[in-house]
């Protein structure tokens, strides 16, 4: 009688007839080695290759045969495949071994690396307990009750630690162990003998030493010994066998107590992208599977990291040197073309023994903010930038701030006091403050005189030939390009000195009588106010009158017979005095006539210019006669000459003083005068002459207005 078994085909390679056990020879202390060490392989090594036995069961009985195979992670090998028995190599290299030794057996494929080595037994035993081959921790292992005659099996029975765990007749049990798990097994068998007396058989003890499901991860990291400042790829190494690839493994990497990346993920690469030197910090992984839950962490390690020195320091600015303004930020910006780590930086000024500022970070470059910088700013600057190697220093660059120019002031500059006309002015715009160049403008009443450039700075004048046109109002305006400003207005008067003044008689009269009232009239047609005029009479002086708002002025007088003579007048406005041309005046008094005798006219009295004056005399208007008798019907003519005289060489602008030496030439003038015959017939005339009936030396106005 035979039992027949058929195992799961996920432990092995086909089905397998046992036959039927049967009591045996005592048992005996069995070890079955599965993996006799955890699967270890250093980084970087090929995974290790996975030894199958068919059947899956690695004991058997004495005469049985064994076959090996040699699997990978693609696939089984079947040729260039190495094997060992008890570390010792064999000939065979084909891809699977047949074996009826007991010992331990490992091998080798092109594509890996050596396996664990598996022990197999061949027991001369009448009852074996077997367990399925590979085991791996938290999987199923089939524990198996195995007689040389299995059809005088009754009952069998399993036991864990001495304890109980399971018995059938013909079934397999199974057992989930742990890594390391340190229990014993074994089994027993009973049945009846033919006259009805039962026996029981008992197995050797066995313990099962379970293989890793993945060994524990390394944590490695590429490239090995980083460039602090570049990127590195962390790798947490571990592997699954061949027949267990399809479990899955997340990982996690840590960095002291804290998690890196996103925490758990499926790949076991992390990326970081910029390593820094940061002391002692160590670096661990996990790895886990989810079913079943299996957890293994990596020894804690620490990445080497290579530091670089800092070197070639540069300065930059912003804005860039030579269009920084007044009263804006200046940013000043410290770089390094090389150097790894934590950088500080520092920024400096020639001629100041504390720092602008500094800053540490992990970067190449750094930037200090100078807010609202001023003239005074103006200055030698560098940085410094260093990672624990020592300072090094930048070149050193010139900041200087453009200044806006500032409101300019308008100075005038006269020869004298008072602007005269004919005077050479100098107009002179600064700004006080301002980048060179400056272009400096000049206006009058806003209308444009002319530029002139302050290519150093300061000042800068213009010139003026003063006319009296030139009064007004003045400005400049100065331009560097950053700002335009304008001066306040400036006046400048321009005084004109006066010109000739020209004297006048008031009234202008052919006759001029003793107790008349003669204006003096004098005049300068150009010069600024006040104006004083004086006026002589044979260079005495008779007085003088002011203008304080221009024009001329007048001067009265009551005549006598000693106001004959030559008249002029000055003007002086104290730029120096003018003098007027001469005027002649002669005055004439009443001539007496006899009680009856014929009226006439009394001699007239003619004012005469001076030789520059007019050219020929003017007559005066005829004053009234007197009569002590009515006037007969004869008709009167009176004649009468007057002489002029001319001064020799004294023009009518001359000094007013007689000069010793002086010669004086008379040169006749014939002036004829006529009375006209009075109209009997005009009534003003009996009118008159009724009015003056009865009396002496009364004047009859009528007869002067007839002429």
């Not at 005038?412 to 005077?423: C, L, S």
């Amino acid at each position: 009688m035979f039992c027949e078994h058929r195992w799961d085909r996920s432990l092995a390679f086909g089905e397998t007839v046992f036959p039927c056990p049967r009591p045996g020879p005592a048992p005996m202390l069995l070890w079955l080695l599965l993996i006799l060490a955890p699967g270890r392989q250093p980084a970087g090594a090929l995974p290790k290759a996975l030894l199958l036995l068919k059947p899956p069961w690695s004991t058997a009985f004495e005469g049985e045969t064994v076959t090996l195979f040699c699997k990978d992670h693609h696939s089984l090998a079947w040729e260039y495949v190495s094997w060992y028995h008890n570390e010792t190599p064999l000939r065979k290299q084909s891809g699977r071994l047949q074996i009826s030794k007991s010992g331990h057996y490992r091998c080798k494929t092109q594509r890996s690396s050596l396996s664990d080595p598996v022990h197999v037994q061949f027991l001369p035993d009448w009852l074996v307990l077997q367990a399925s081959h590979p085991a791996f921790e938290r999987d199923k292992v089939v524990l198996r009750c195995r007689g040389k005659e299995e059809e005088d099996i009754m009952e069998r029975t399993y036991y864990k630690n001495e304890e109980k765990i399971g018995s059938s007749y013909n079934s397999n049990i199974t057992v989930y162990p742990a890594f390391n798990d340190d229990s014993t097994y074994r089994c027993t068998a009973s049945g009846m003998y033919i006259l009805g007396m039962s026996w029981t058989e008992t197995s050797r003890p066995l313990k099962i030493q379970v293989q890793e499901l993945f060994p524990s991860p390394v944590l490695t990291a590429s490239p090995s010994w980083p460039i602090e400042g570049s990127p590195v790829t962390l790798t947490c190494e571990t592997w699954l066998p061949p027949l267990t690839s399809h479990t899955r493994l997340q990982f996690c990497f840590f960095k002291e107590h804290r998690a890196l990346g996103a925490g758990w993920s499926n790949s076991p690469e992390l990326q970081i992208p910029t390593m820094w030197s940061e002391g002692a910090a160590s670096y661990w992984c996990q790895a886990r599977t989810v079913i079943p839950r299996i957890l293994k962490t990596s020894p804690r390690s620490q990445i080497r990291v290579h530091r670089v020195p800092v070197s070639d320091v540069n300065l930059e600015t912003q804005p860039p040197v030579g269009q920084l303004i007044e009263g804006e930020d200046l940013v000043l910006i410290c770089s390094v073309a090389a150097g790894t780590g934590t950088v500080t930086f520092s920024w400096h000024r020639e001629g100041s023994e504390r720092s602008l500022g500094r800053k540490t970070q992990n970067a190449l470059s750094a930037e200090l903010r100078i807010a609202s910088v001023r003239e005074q700013d103006a200055g030698r600057y560098y940085c410094a930038a260093d990672n624990l190697d020592g300072p090094v220093l930048s070149k050193r660059i010139r900041i200087t701030p453009r200044v806006p120019a500032s409101r300019p002031v308008l100075t005038v500059r006269t020869p004298r006091a008072q602007a005269v006309e004919g005077d050479v002015v100098e107009l002179h715009c600064e700004a006080q403050r301002g980048s060179p160049p400056i272009l400096y403008r000049f206006y009058r009443e806003d209308v444009p005189l002319g530029s002139s450039s302050a290519p150093s700075g300061g000042g800068a004048s213009l010139n003026l030939s003063l006319t009296a046109e030139h009064s007004g109002n003045y400005s400049c305006e100065a331009n560097n390009g950053l700002r335009v400003q304008r001066s306040k207005m400036v006046s400048l008067s321009i005084t004109v000195p006066v010109s000739h003044p020209v004297l006048t008689l008031n009234p202008d009269v052919a006759q001029a009588m003793v107790g008349d009232v003669l204006e003096l009239r004098c005049e300068a047609q150009r010069g600024s106010p006040p104006i004083l005029y004086w006026f002589y009479h044979e260079d005495v002086i008779l007085g003088n009158t002011s203008a304080p708002f221009g024009g001329g002025a007048s001067f009265n007088l009551s005549l006598t017979t000693e106001h004959s003579g030559n008249y002029s007048c000055g003007a002086d406005n104290g730029l120096g005095a003018q003098s007027s041309e001469t005027v002649s005046l002669n005055i004439t008094g009443a001539i007496p006539r006899n009680i009856g005798s014929v009226p006439g006219p009394d001699p007239p009295a003619q004012a005469l210019h001076s030789p520059r004056g007019l050219s020929r005399p003017a007559l005066m208007e005829l004053q009234p006669l007197y009569s002590n008798v009515s006037p007969g019907d004869d008709d009167l003519v009176y004649s009468q000459i007057w002489i002029r005289q001319h001064r020799e060489g004294s023009p009518a602008h001359s000094p007013r003083t007689h000069q010793k030496g002086e010669v004086f030439h008379q040169e006749p003038a014939i002036v004829y005068s006529e009375v006209k015959r009075a109209d009997p017939y005009d009534p003003a005339r009996q009118d008159c002459e009724e009015a003056a009936e009865g009396y002496e030396n009364v004047p009859c106005t009528s007869l002067a207005s007839d002429h």
